[in-house]
């Protein structure tokens, strides 16, 4: 009896101490960013964003609740003011509180200052890892290799990240792999044009916001074999010739088409329009812009669009990114 009180007794106090207030807050997990991902790891375990992590001006910035999350804070201790805009972490005995705009972060300790300042992205706020991580015990280092901002307990081994993030790109400069095949579990057909089977349902929906707002669409393009871009390459030469072909026409290899991600959609008078301003919240962007020429390498074709998904695509659009080259060079990292 004596012994089963002591054992009660003694549970009672450990229970105390791990979870009384002022408990110091103990690093315990491990996580990975990468640039231009919607995902992260933490443990071990791959977890969704409905957003990504960017590099901008050499720093790796990265959602703040999720990398909330990846500290060991939970939802509940993530309390953003929207009229300030100011999120404050809490984290047993610690407490950080960050503003945008606002290089000041205030600790319980005292203020100190960031060399960045945390901005709004669409939905979500973001700062480089570094500045949260390390004031909750973690540390924080860059995988050169690939391309990942590690965190960790100290006392730790570093995670390992997967490779680098692959987006692709095809253009005049970047060719796909002769190994390539069309993403997806396999080829659909949408509107009687094959695609990758991952734009199954964000064309259906793209299509059906536009008849929701009036928008007649039709498509006029979808997937094509290396034979059948190398005909149209040489049907379009032996009508206009060779070199304001290469303009507007690409070279088989080259063809966004050949991805089963590009989509050629003709409308009525204000589809154009439409898919420009909307076509983001459904993953598309307008591939080839005006006055981007010098960048993708083709003059402007309102009618081309390329699936990039969601979290990018709504990247580039509240940005302001007018091209999947400057994505890519500026923001991702590749």
């Not at 229970?15 to 790891?41: E, H, M, R, W």
């Not at 396999?186 to 707002?213: D, M, R, V, W």
């Not at 154009?272 to 962007?285: P, T």
Request: hydrophobic share 40%; proline share 6%; charged share 15%.
């Amino acid at each position: 009896m004596f012994m089963q009180r002591l054992t009660v007794v003694l549970l009672t106090c450990l229970f105390c101490l791990l979870y009384a207030p002022g408990v110091q807050a103990t690093p315990l997990n491990n996580a990975v960013f990468q640039p231009g991902s919607d995902k992260y790891i933490v443990n071990n375990q791959e977890q969704q964003m409905d957003t990504i992590s960017f590099i901008e001006d050499g720093r790796v910035f990265v959602p703040i609740r999720y990398l909330a999350y990846a500290c060991g804070v939970t939802d509940e201790n993530i309390l953003w003011d929207p009229a300030s805009q100011t999120v404050q972490l809490l984290l047993a005995d610690k407490q950080l509180t960050l503003q945008v705009g606002s290089n000041q972060l205030i600790r319980q300790e005292g203020m100190i200052e960031a060399d960045a300042t945390p901005q709004i992205i669409g939905a979500r706020t973001y700062l480089p890892a570094r500045w949260v991580a390390a004031y909750f015990g973690y540390t924080v280092d860059w995988d050169t290799a690939n391309k990942a901002v590690l965190i960790y307990p100290s006392e730790q081994l570093k995670p390992r990240p997967p490779l680098p993030v692959k987006i692709i790109l095809v253009n005049k400069q970047f060719r796909l792999p002769t190994d390539y095949r069309v993403g997806g579990d396999s080829l659909i057909h949408f509107k009687g044009y094959p695609f990758s089977s991952l734009l199954q349902e964000p064309l259906q929906n793209l299509f059906t916001a536009a008849a929701g707002q009036g928008v007649s669409l039709t498509i006029t393009s979808g997937y094509r074999t290396a034979a059948e871009q190398q005909a149209i390459f040489n049907n379009r030469a032996s009508q206009l010739g060779l070199k304001m072909t290469t303009s507007t026409v690409a070279p088989v290899g080259h063809s966004e088409h050949q991805t089963g991600l590009a989509v050629d959609i003709a409308g009525n008078g204000k589809a154009y329009a439409w898919l420009a301003a909307n076509s983001w919240q459904h993953g598309f962007i307008l591939r080839y812009p005006e006055g981007k020429e010098t960048i993708t390498g083709y003059s402007f074709e309102p009618w081309h669009f390329r699936y990039i998904g969601l979290p990018i695509a709504a990247f580039m659009h509240h940005k302001g990114i007018a091209t999947l080259e400057e994505f890519i060079y500026y923001y991702a990292g590749s």
